[in-house]
C-alpha cells in the first residue's frame, strides 16, 4: 500500500478508474499520476494521490445464492461510482471480533485469531482449522460520501 498523504480516500471501482485515467477529455493525464505518487512507473491499482485524495481501485465483489437457485455477483461499489472515506480520524471506525463457529466458542468473547488441531478418528492424521471473524463498523455513517462520474450514476 502506498504511504497516507492525505486524509481522505477514495475507493472506486475498475471502470471509474478508468475513466480517471483516460489520457485525453476530462480526466488524469497519467502523468501527473507519476508526478503525483512517484517518478518510477508502477501498477497504480493499489493506489495514488491526486488533488490531496488518495485514490485506490476497490475490487471487492460477493457471490450469494438466490431463491430460484442460480448464483449472482454483486460489486460492492458500482460501476462509475466510488466511495469517500476520511482517514486518520479518531473515533470513526471500529473492529469487533466475533467468536470462532466452534461449539466450545458460543456465548464468549471474541478475539482476533483462533486456531485448532483436529484430530483423525484413526489417528492417521490431524486438520489445523484456523479461523478470523472481524466485522469492521463506521460509528459516524455520515462521513462516508458517495462519488459518481454523472449524476445519473448515483
Known amino acids: 500500500m502506498i504511504q497516507q498523504n492525505s486524509n481522505i480516500m477514495a ?8 475513466n480517471i485515467l483516460r489520457p485525453k477529455g476530462r480526466g488524469i493525464n ?17 493506489g495514488f494521490v491526486w488533488q490531496d485524495i488518495t485514490w485506490v481501485e476497490y475490487r471487492g465483489k460477493a457471490t450469494f445464492l438466490q431463491e430460484d437457485g442460480t448464483t449472482l455477483t454483486r460489486n460492492f461499489i458500482a460501476p ?16 469487533y471480533n466475533a467468536p470462532a463457529d466452534w461449539m466450545e466458542t458460543v456465548n464468549t468473547v471474541g478475539l482476533p485469531k483462533y486456531s485448532k488441531v483436529v484430530p483423525e478418528q484413526g489417528g492417521r492424521y490431524v486438520e489445523i482449522l484456523s479461523e478470523s471473524n472481524p466485522l469492521p463498523l463506521c460509528l459516524r455513517p455520515k462521513v462516508l460520501i458517495k462519488g459518481a462520474r454523472t449524476s445519473g450514476d448515483l
Do not use: W, Y
Not at 475507493?11 to 478508468?18: K, R, T, V
Not at 462509475?80 to 473492529?95: A, K, M, Y
Open 80 to 95: 462509475n461510482t466510488c466511495r469517500f472515506l476520511p482517514i486518520g480520524t479518531q473515533e470513526t471506525f471500529r473492529s
Open 30 to 46: 497519467p502523468k501527473e499520476i507519476e508526478k503525483a505518487s512517484e517518478p518510477l512507473r508502477r501498477d497504480v491499482r493499489k
Open 11 to 18: 475507493l472506486m471501482d475498475i471502470f471509474a478508474h478508468a
